[in-house]
């Protein structure tokens, strides 16, 4: 699994069809958005080491501007939005591959799954975007702060 994280002070994601917003799906004050890929291969294992370490990172400032707090911390929000494009490779021309997407009958559950043990972790409630659905996301990036975590390459 992969997660591109952003803090941010506010992060929204609508659905859309046609250019034309039909509803909002989720919404959140400070904290952070998290989209998310599943890749072919991915467990459940990869969803709780990945919720586990996104709750917590430490990338909110303390009272002395250090990035030293985590969510549970700093009691931020968290928006959850699939994003199967971060599994794109485009190392062979200029049109992205995206084979090493997991299938929505692999990514769906998954997804869910890490949304799941994200609430556990956090001890709230992680509104989503909606899968495989076309998504407006807005948000208002804080710092900018921005963290890619990969469960199978661990150092990135």
Same mark, same amino acid.
């Given at each position: 699994?992969?997660?591109?994280?952003?803090?941010?002070?506010?992060?929204?994601?609508?659905?859309?069809?046609?250019?034309?917003?039909?509803?909002?799906?989720? /919404?959140?004050? *400070?904290?952070?958005?998290?989209?998310?890929?599943?890749?072919?291969?991915?467990?459940?294992?990869?969803?709780?080491?990945?919720?586990?370490?996104?709750?917590?990172?430490?990338?909110?400032?303390?009272?002395?501007?250090?990035?030293?707090?985590?969510?549970?911390?700093?009691?931020?929000?968290?928006?959850?939005?699939?994003?199967?494009?971060?599994?794109?490779? *485009?190392?062979?021309?200029?049109?992205?591959?995206?084979?090493?997407?997991?299938?929505?009958? *692999?990514?769906?559950?998954?997804? /869910?799954?890490?949304?799941?043990?994200?609430?556990?972790?956090?001890?709230?409630?992680?509104?989503?975007?909606?899968?495989?659905?076309?998504?407006?996301?807005?948000?208002?990036?804080?710092?900018?702060?921005?963290?890619?975590?990969?469960?199978?390459?661990?150092?990135?």
């Amino acid at each position: 699994m992969r997660a591109v994280i952003q803090r941010v002070k506010s992060a929204s994601v609508d659905i859309a069809e046609d250019g034309k917003i039909l509803r909002r799906s989720g /919404e959140i004050g *400070v904290g952070l958005l998290v989209l998310l890929g599943v890749e072919n291969g991915d467990t459940e294992d990869d969803a709780k080491w990945l919720a586990n370490k996104i709750a917590q990172l430490r990338i909110f400032e303390d009272d002395e501007g250090k990035m030293n707090l985590s969510l549970k911390d700093c009691g931020g929000e968290v928006l959850l939005v699939s994003q199967f494009t971060l599994y794109g490779n *485009v190392r062979k021309g200029s049109r992205p591959s995206f084979n090493r997407s997991a299938p929505p009958a *692999v990514s769906v559950p998954l997804y /869910e799954k890490f949304g799941e043990l994200l609430e556990s972790e956090i001890g709230k409630k992680v509104p989503r975007g909606v899968f495989g659905a076309m998504m407006d996301v807005s948000l208002v990036n804080d710092g900018p702060v921005t963290i890619i975590i990969d469960s199978k390459n661990k150092d990135i």
